[in-house]
């Protein structure tokens, strides 16, 4: 009997290893984080949050950001880099919130992409860890509440601050695109890795231009102090730049 408990116990670390393999043989196809590209945006705008039933929703400016979003990111154009999303995920709908996934619903609906809710709000590790599990897409965009996109830019082994300048995403921002790029292991390039270029308002027609010139597909105006020309002329290792 001593003999075979101890045969039982030797054989344990083996089927553990075993199961460990299997587990990773299963993920063994996807591409996981490994060259691709990130990106990363708040929600539209919000409503007072005493505005009762509707308070879960989009404001008409909102309303507008998503519809514009639906072809500003087809396909996204920055840094001379043509990038067309093929994975679409918001922060899971909540008693308080469907923003996040209102502000990319026109862009599903656009690209025909299921919009993948699959995590609440605070659950950014696991978030990360499925995309570098279980993925093959090469550009993924990702919708989220503000108060927890630092946490998200943290488990992708960013820091918010080195790239928005601030150690919290500002209450009053819903204009930053955060674009994070992995290299072919999968770990992320900071030096490639920005607080995105490209402005849905306003977008400078030639590079000889000395301010910005609204487009007239834009949804809103462009009197906002981060739409400098300087931003809008980035480049891949910017700081400071927007969508607006």
Same mark, same amino acid.
């Given at each position: 009997?001593?003999?075979?408990?101890?045969?039982?116990?030797?054989?344990?670390?083996?089927?553990?290893? *075993?199961?460990?393999?299997?587990?990773?043989?299963? /993920?063994?196809?996807? @591409?996981?984080?490994?060259?691709?590209? &990130? !990106? $990363?945006?708040?929600?539209?705008?919000?409503?007072?949050?005493?505005?009762?039933?509707?308070?879960?929703?989009?404001?008409?400016?909102?309303?507008?950001?998503?519809?514009?979003?639906?072809?500003?990111?087809?396909?996204?154009?920055?840094?001379?880099?043509?990038?067309?999303?093929?994975?679409?995920?918001?922060?899971?709908?909540?008693?308080?919130?469907?923003?996040?996934?209102?502000?990319?619903?026109?862009?599903?609906?656009?690209?025909?992409?299921?919009?993948?809710?699959?995590? *609440?709000?605070?659950?950014?590790?696991?978030?990360? /860890?499925?995309?570098? @599990?279980?993925?093959?897409?090469?550009? &993924? !965009? $990702?919708?989220?509440?503000?108060?927890?996109?630092?946490?998200?830019?943290?488990?992708?082994?960013?820091?918010?601050?080195?790239?928005?300048?601030?150690?919290?995403?500002?209450?009053?921002?819903?204009?930053?695109?955060?674009?994070?790029?992995?290299?072919?292991?999968?770990?992320?390039?900071?030096?490639?890795?920005?607080?995105?270029?490209?402005?849905?308002?306003?977008?400078?027609?030639?590079?000889?231009?000395?301010?910005?010139?609204?487009?007239?597909?834009?949804?809103?105006?462009?009197?906002?102090?981060?739409?400098?020309?300087?931003?809008?002329?980035?480049?891949?290792?910017?700081?400071?730049?927007?969508?607006?």
């Amino acid at each position: 009997m001593l003999r075979h408990c101890l045969l039982g116990l030797l054989l344990l670390p083996v089927l553990a290893s *075993a199961h460990h393999s299997q587990k990773h043989d299963a /993920d063994a196809g996807s @591409r996981g984080l490994r060259d691709v590209t &990130v !990106l $990363i945006v708040r929600h539209a705008e919000k409503p007072d949050q005493h505005d009762g039933p509707n308070s879960r929703g989009l404001t008409p400016r909102g309303e507008q950001r998503a519809e514009a979003y639906a072809n500003y990111f087809d396909p996204l154009r920055i840094d001379g880099q043509t990038l067309q999303p093929q994975r679409l995920i918001a922060t899971s709908d909540s008693k308080n919130s469907e923003r996040p996934r209102l502000t990319l619903a026109p862009l599903a609906a656009r690209l025909q992409l299921t919009l993948e809710q699959p995590f *609440a709000d605070k659950q950014v590790d696991k978030l990360v /860890d499925s995309l570098r @599990r279980q993925n093959q897409a090469t550009v &993924v !965009l $990702i919708a989220w509440h503000h108060g927890e996109l630092g946490d998200l830019v943290n488990a992708f082994g960013g820091d918010l601050k080195t790239l928005v300048g601030r150690d919290k995403w500002p209450g009053d921002v819903y204009n930053w695109l955060i674009v994070l790029h992995f290299d072919d292991r999968g770990r992320l390039i900071p030096s490639s890795s920005h607080l995105g270029c490209g402005n849905i308002c306003c977008r400078a027609t030639d590079q000889s231009a000395t301010a910005p010139v609204a487009l007239s597909r834009a949804p809103c105006g462009c009197t906002a102090a981060w739409r400098s020309w300087r931003c809008l002329n980035s480049s891949a290792n910017s700081t400071a730049t927007t969508i607006a």
